[in-house]
Structure formats: C-alpha cells, structure tokens
C-alpha cells in the first residue's frame, strides 16, 4: 500500500502565541537601585568631620581630623627592606615611640611627644620619609 507523501502544511506549526513578558526582572530591577542609593552611601567607612575632640586629635590642611603626633609608619617591602630595628633607631631621636605595631605586616603606629601642631608632625614624616620609611598620618575613620 502506498502511503500519501505529507504536505507542508502539515509539518509547518502554526502560529505559536504571543510570549508574555514577565514584570519580574523589572521590579527586581528598581528594588535593587532604589537599595543601593538609599543604602549604599551609609554603609562604608567615612571621615569624621563633624567635631575634632581636642587636645588628643587635630586638623590637617584638608579639615580631616587626625591622631595629634601620630603617624603610621610601613617597614619591610614598601620602605626598602627596613626593619623594626631601623624605625626605632629613626625615631628615638625625634621622640617618638611606637604604640601599636602588627609585626607580622611591618605597619607601626608611632606617637611623637613634641609634634603637637601640624608643622611638627609634617617635618617628622618628612624626616622619616627621608630615611625611606613609608609614612602616612592617622585619620579617625567612623563606621556608619
């Protein structure tokens, strides 16, 4: 018996119906930046300007607010492989002592007793920066 051959037609699908776009992707859209603009300018760490409690902290030619005779100091890769030994010895005759250190990273907080005004503390980073320690000042940061 023979068969009968298919017409196109009958392989060709009709008309498929219209796809519906889901609103989803939108809103998920539009909570997502109304969050991040709301949100995002409050949730990381900015410098307190608003009061400078004194006699412990002063202001810088910037207006920030920064540790009075506090500078933090980098020993190791940055500085040209200095050590400890060589920050204490740079800065025992400047008068300074340090407070804090994470060893471990070569990152030393070092108080400087006669650098009370922003004169003396920037002739003391510029001396150790001489020296070729990496120096940079202590800003009081505030997590809002």
Known sequence: MLRLARRP???????????VRSRWPLAVLLVL???LVTLGPTSFPRIVD???PAPKYMRDDDGDCIARG??????????GGRTRADLERAIE???GRIETAVDLAGIYGVTFLGANTLAEL???EAALEALGFWVS???TL???
Request: aromatic letters at 2%.
């Open 137 to 139: 000042r202590s800003y």
């Open 9 to 19: 037609s009958d392989t060709i699908p009709g008309r498929a119906p219209a796809r």
């Open 70 to 79: 506090r500078l933090v100091v980098m020993t190791g890769e940055h500085s």
């Open 50 to 52: 608003a009061s400078c």
């Open 122 to 124: 920037d002739e003391t």
């Open 93 to 95: 005759p400047l008068g």
């Open 142 to 144: 505030e997590l809002t």
């Open 33 to 35: 930046s109304v969050s």
